[in-house]
């Protein structure tokens, strides 16, 4: 993967964007829901393994920025 690469991942409500260089690693996202973001796995977020509220939630949670979405229903 480049250094610099934005990966999307897609559910039917929201579009999860991870910019990998912001990430800082903190965990958050994968201890706080541990279905969707599994750091092991390729692809490692899964956005139809918990409900779009749950996620969206979740992604608010990362420190460093590189988790955000785009709500498609707004
Ligand atoms: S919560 Fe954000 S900074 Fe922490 S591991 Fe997940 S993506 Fe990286």
């Known amino acids: 993967m480049e250094e610099n690469a934005i990966k999307k991942?897609?559910?039917?409500?929201i579009t999860i964007?991870?910019?990998q260089h912001?990430?800082?690693h903190s965990k958050n996202c994968w201890k706080g829901?541990?279905?969707?973001?599994?750091p092991m796995e390729r692809p490692w977020i899964e956005p139809n393994a918990e409900s779009s509220e749950k996620?969206?939630?979740?992604i608010n949670k990362c420190p460093s920025g590189a988790l955000s979405?785009?709500?498609k229903k707004k």
């Open 55 to 58: 996620i969206m939630e979740q």
């Open 17 to 19: 964007v991870w910019k």
């Open 33 to 38: 829901l541990h279905k969707v973001f599994k």
């Open 9 to 13: 991942y897609e559910n039917n409500d």
């Open 22 to 24: 912001f990430c800082t």
């Open 69 to 71: 979405y785009i709500n």
